[in-house]
């Protein structure tokens, strides 16, 4: 059963949350990020971007440390503030016609450990030592990690109550998204949402699998330094932002080729008549809008392809995603893309004017055939999770994509 703990947040003083909290660094391009480092001396972003003011290079270890300083500064500054008792906080975004509302709470790395909480996919270990380590040095955590759970009323009736008080902030951001936060901490009502949680047979990682298995390589690494270990320190959890499960979207990743493997676009075709019903749509714009049909772009023109089932066997959950079907019966047999995470003859996208882009790219010369998804849903990535199996690389693009520090989980106190 999935355990959640209050925590006291680190959070951004009320007259300056929506200039503190940030999207994530990756999803700024160089110019955005000069902008916000130049105007906004009160971002995020220069906690973790610390270098900006340093005119040298510096090692990992020591640019960890200056984020620490960087924090510390904020912290004495009172640009950021640690509340005074255990909470958890729901958290809001509405975005167009899309709104979730979760709960941010610390996650079990036991329960990480035990498969209570679920993962879909592979994380590099390069990966998880790095972010481990700097874990360990910087001393918080900023960003949850998005997991879902199946629909509880029980759940949804305190969250619904809860969010009729008044909000600790609310903002909206220049990309239109509203972010409200409320802060509970009353005894009972922690109570309640911690013993429904405990009946909760599973929790799903959604979004953050490299920042669960590096908290959990935290946990397993701070234990054997601490001859007094209890399980109730701050490294031996994950912080986590909880939603149901129907309140996530799910869009498809499009993949793009550079070459077909030697191959004319005709000899192409043939092959794929062994797997695929083939249609060609000319240069009218086909998307698919059914599991196992995909769409191709190919030489100026747009191709249906249905998977012949008779010749193709769905022998668990992994064989039946459509970013299997198509590695299994295109990209490895016929193109040789063996790697799909390091395989530079492939590109993916996502986005609502992806299949557009992915033309103009073809048209260039760029990529020689590109494919369109049809995006997977929320029980097929549980079926691959509850099996124990991990996804292709770049299976699904999840939202809500959620701001880093409106909440900050401090690992630097002896008990959470």
């Known amino acids: 059963m999935a355990v959640i703990k209050p925590f006291k947040a680190i959070r951004p003083a009320k007259d300056k949350v929506s200039f503190v909290a940030s999207r994530s660094y990756d999803e700024y391009s160089k110019k955005e990020l000069d902008c916000v480092l130049d105007y906004n001396p009160f971002s995020f972003l220069h906690i973790i971007n610390p270098g900006n003011s340093i005119n040298r290079k510096v090692s990992v270890k020591e640019r960890f440390k200056l984020i620490h300083n960087r924090y510390l500064d904020f912290l004495k500054n009172q640009i950021l503030i640690k509340d005074n008792e255990n909470s958890l906080y729901i958290y809001k975004i509405e975005k167009d016609n899309f709104n979730c509302c979760g709960i941010i709470c610390a996650t079990s790395t036991e ?24 874990l360990q040095l910087v001393k918080f955590k900023a960003e949850p ?7 509880t009323n029980e759940i949804s009736v305190i969250v619904n109550t809860e969010i009729k008080n008044h909000p600790q902030c609310h903002f909206t951001t220049p990309d239109n998204i509203t972010h409200t936060l409320w802060k509970i901490s009353e005894e009972n009502t922690l109570k309640q949402l911690q013993n429904e949680f405990g009946k909760v047979n599973s929790l799903y990682i959604a979004d953050g699998h490299h920042r669960s298995a590096s908290s959990n ?23 986590s932002y909880l939603i149901p499960q129907s309140e996530i979207r799910i869009f498809e990743f499009n993949r793009m080729v550079r070459d077909l493997n030697g191959l004319t676009a005709k000899e192409f075709l043939i092959k794929l008549d062994k797997f695929y019903t083939i249609k060609n749509h000319g240069d009218h714009l086909y998307k698919p809008d059914e599991k196992h049909h995909f769409s191709m772009y190919l030489n100026g023109s747009f191709y249906s392809l249905s998977l012949r089932k008779n010749v193709y066997k769905f022998t668990d959950a992994l064989s039946k995603l459509d970013t299997q079907i198509l590695y299994k019966t295109i990209l490895e047999p016929i193109l040789q893309i063996k790697n799909l995470r390091n395989d530079k003859r492939i590109q993916y996208g996502h986005g609502k004017r992806n299949v557009l882009k992915m033309k103009n790219e073809i048209d260039k ?17 549980k079926a691959i999770a509850d099996a124990g199996l991990v996804m292709p690389p770049k299976s699904t693009y999840i939202e809500p994509k959620l701001r880093s520090a409106l909440a900050i989980f401090d690992l630097s106190t002896s008990e959470s």
Request: glycine share 6%; charged share 30%; net charge neutral.
């Open 111 to 134: 329960d990480y450990r035990n498969s209570v909480i679920k993962k879909h996919e592979n994380t590099l270990e390069k990966r998880e030592k790095l972010f481990a380590n700097y």
């Open 145 to 151: 990690v998005l997991m879902i759970y199946p629909d």
């Open 217 to 239: 390589l935290l946990s397993l690494m701070s234990q054997k330094k601490n001859p007094g270990h209890t399980g109730k320190e701050p490294y031996n959890f994950i912080m």
């Open 365 to 381: 010369e760029k990529f020689a055939v590109g494919f369109g998804l049809v995006p997977l849903d929320v029980e097929e990535i």
